[in-house]
């Protein structure tokens, strides 16, 4: 992602609610996206084709927001929380 500053909770949810990303949408790159904290991730919940979540370096994303999502469901996954 170039802009990274620019993705907020709002974005993800935004992007969940179309029925159609839902059901193709298999890789998400959110590496450092400053804007996203744990709510933001929870959107992504109906993202059923979703098999690969970067999640590395996103200063406000904690444990419990990357857990709640269930991402030990066999994503592929880069987490690095900082």
């Known amino acids: ?7 907020t909770d709002h974005g993800l949810a935004h992007l969940a609610r179309g029925a159609r990303m839902a059901a193709t949408l298999t890789s998400l790159d959110l590496h450092e996206c400053r804007e996203v904290t ?11 084709a979703l098999r690969s979540l970067d999640v590395s370096d996103m ?7 990357v857990g709640a999502l269930g991402l030990g469901l066999g994503l592929g996954l880069g987490l690095g929380i900082g």
Not at 38 to 48: E, M, Q
């Open 59 to 65: 200063k406000r994303v904690d444990a419990d927001g």
């Open 38 to 48: 744990s709510a933001g991730l929870c959107c992504l919940v109906s993202l059923t």
């Open 1 to 7: 992602m170039a802009e990274t500053s620019k993705v």
